[in-house]
């Protein structure tokens, strides 16, 4: 099985409860893993914590980051740092270009170790900002700086210079990236672990809503727009009388799975996603798990036989 995990500040910690319960199950062997932001953050601690000590030594890092996490944010409320961003640049609110980040994944992950010898395959997703698009690291390319430009919110974070690009968070444009996972591992089976809702009912109403409502949308639009294009590719595979192309056949065994937040993970606001406090790292954690647990429970069986995430409703808002 592959793995695609989705950013969204701390709600990291979610994904955290989400691996943790996957990595407890001797039947799930990870063949590729992708992720954006937070989600490449838990990417790399799941490969690194892989090649240190197998699904113990991933659970472990996993754990390690997270609680160190307490300690190493910043420890103004959420609130406020979201009110003065709306007022001051990065280069204002941080002039010193402090990222707590940068020492804890320094000190915790080997990144020679880990290009070196990975044994999975890892995607980390980042944005161009010259350029507006994607960039993708690969495992080989996968460096502190990428992680770092993986997870430079724009409007808290000062741009992250890798070369001669210039990078925002992974986020904006592969949240998280798919098609790697499709074209360049080999597992038949994709689980997505969502950090935003698929769909809200009502209309947002007040500033806060309709702000939230925006920002969900603009982290979650070219999730669905790489899992329409992956449903049509898919489709058109399996309407072919033969499938003599090594990608035609691929597409055919393709199985899509989705864990999503749970209701009250859900109904958090945006600035929940800036808090690191232990209480609330640990409930995002323990809701993880437990959603992981009731997937496994309801769709395990359906590994490598047929894909649970309706990729029907993905069709219907396609083109004709």
Known sequence: MS???????SHGAFTWGVLDRLLEDPRIVL???????AGAVNAVLVAHGLLQGGPAGARGALREFWQGAVSAM???PAETLLSLARFLAPS???????NPLREILSRQIDFQALQAGSAVRLFISATDVFSGMARIFGTREIT????????CLPSLNQAVSIGDSTYWDGGLTANPPLRPLV????????????????????IPRTVEEISSRFNEISFSSTLHSEIQGIALAKRAAERRSFAFGRLERRLRRLNLHAIG?????????????LKTDARHLELLHSEGRAQASAWLAA??????????LPLARHLRLAPA
């Open 74 to 76: 910043p420890s103004a």
């Open 261 to 273: 937040p749970t209701a009250s993970v859900a109904l958090m606001d945006v600035a929940s996603r």
């Open 299 to 308: 769709h395990f069986d359906n590994i490598g036989v047929r894909s649970t």
């Open 144 to 151: 502190l700086q990428a992680l770092l430009a993986s997870t």
């Open 31 to 37: 063949d590729g893993v992708s992720g954006a932001s």
């Open 183 to 202: 074209y360049q591992c080999d597992a038949d089976d994709i689980l997505i672990v969502r950090l935003q809702p698929e769909s809200r009912p009502g």
């Open 3 to 9: 793995l695609a995990l989705q950013g969204g500040g």
């Open 92 to 98: 204002q609110l941080n002039p010193f270009n402090l």
